[in-house]
């Protein structure tokens, strides 16, 4: 299978917010970045880290990418996307871009690395 087609199903569920499809998705030693200057930030490993990655981040948003370029790379998948959502507790609308890297190894993702518009996202944060 297309390393794409393993991300736009890993995209899918991620917005169907399916994690036990998810969890099929990724490699057991699966790793997770995103910048420490955002509250969810770190580096998260295995499906259990990606979990608590996930929970962090949707305590305090709710908001899903919304797809505006997919670059294939071979086993590097580019997804530019701009975020969309809320803020929650406020329901303060989101809108930040974001550009995000998978790894896809043996059919599934094994890394994915987060670049989101981090001012963007700490003021929507500030403001809530």
């Known amino acids: 299978m297309p390393a794409t087609d393993i991300v736009k199903r890993w995209l899918r569920a991620l ?10 998705l ?5 790793t997770l970045e995103e910048s420490t200057v955002l509250p969810w930030g770190g580096v998260y490993y295995g499906p259990d880290g990606f979990f ?7 305590s305090m948003i709710d908001a899903i990418p919304h797809i505006d370029q997919i670059f294939d790379a071979g ?3 580019i997804v530019i996307a701009d975020s969309q959502g809320i803020v929650r ?7 930040c871009r974001e550009v995000t890297s998978y790894q896809v190894r043996d059919t599934r993702i094994a890394r994915c690395t987060l670049y989101e518009d981090t001012p963007t996202m700490l003021g929507f944060l500030a403001d809530s």
């Open 15 to 24: 917005a169907d917010r399916d994690l036990d499809r998810l969890r099929t």
């Open 89 to 95: 507790g406020t329901g303060h609308p989101i809108h």
């Open 52 to 58: 608590e990655y996930f929970l962090r981040r949707h």
């Open 75 to 77: 086993n590097r998948i």
């Open 26 to 30: 990724m490699v057991t030693d699966f």
